[in-house]
């Protein structure tokens, strides 16, 4: 069983929209990931989240993006107007400890696409 | 930002024979090494990581050498199965910063 679920599992949007993308961790985890892999590409960072706040963004995380932990069990990841360079696998994953103490469990993703 | 590097995009064995994936990095900062499978449609899995204070990590048929003067880590698979066909992404982190790094990845196919 995955440490998380993620929803949906596919999400088509028009360009422009916003949209939400979930994750459920099943177990207490402290810290929370969003990556990304663009079709074919690697896997890139996007942003941490500890203690309910930010910890650490890349450069892709601009101000179209934001996360948050509405209710202390759900991390979503926010696109305010999506872009078709927007479109890729979104990963969300979890950690009992900061990285570089233990490995990273991801979910299965959500498929964003953006027509 | 390439501070992880897989060179090979894809790699085929036979069934039974040594799997070797090789992973570069260029940030000497970064001190915890992980290697993770991906199939289709799912998200990658953990599969093995190594620290900076070892050179080498074993997980039955799994492996994870790390050289850190030559900024370089492999995985060897021995024997390959065929179920071990997937992406496999090389990873590291460094203790200054929060967040994992992934090499674009290597293709494993092993065949029957």
């Known amino acids: 069983e995955p440490e998380v679920t993620q929803t949906p599992s596919h999400q088509v949007t028009q360009m422009g929209q916003e949209v939400i993308l979930r994750c459920v961790p099943i177990?207490?985890?402290?810290?929370f990931y969003w990556y990304r892999q663009i079709l074919g590409q690697k896997v890139e960072f996007l942003v941490s989240?500890?203690?309910?706040?930010?910890?650490?963004k890349s450069e892709i995380f601009d101000d179209q993006f934001s996360v948050e932990r509405p209710d202390g069990s759900n991390f979503t990841l926010k696109i305010r107007s999506t872009k078709l360079e927007d479109s890729a696998m979104y990963f969300c994953a979890v950690s009992p400890l900061q990285v570089g103490n233990s490995p990273l469990h991801f979910g299965n993703g959500t498929r964003l696409t953006v027509t | 930002d390439q501070q992880v590097k897989q060179n090979s995009p894809s790699l085929s064995v036979q069934e039974g024979r040594i799997s070797i994936l090789n992973c570069d990095y260029t940030?000497?900062?970064?001190?915890?090494f992980l290697w993770y499978k991906k199939y289709p449609a799912e998200g990658p899995t953990f599969l093995i990581s190594?620290?900076?204070?070892?050179d080498k990590n074993e997980d039955g048929r799994f492996t994870v050498f790390l050289n850190k003067s030559a900024k370089h880590l492999s995985l060897h698979i021995v024997p390959s199965q065929p179920g071990d066909s997937a992406v496999y992404f090389c990873?590291?982190?460094?203790?200054?910063?929060?967040?994992?790094?992934f090499g674009a990845g290597t293709r494993l196919t092993v065949k029957p």
């Open positions: 190594i620290s900076s204070i070892k």
């Open positions: 989240f500890y203690n309910n706040e930010i910890s650490e």
């Open positions: 990873a590291a982190s460094a203790p200054s910063g929060n967040d994992m790094r």
């Open positions: 940030n000497s900062m970064f001190d915890y």
């Open positions: 177990s207490n985890h402290l810290y």
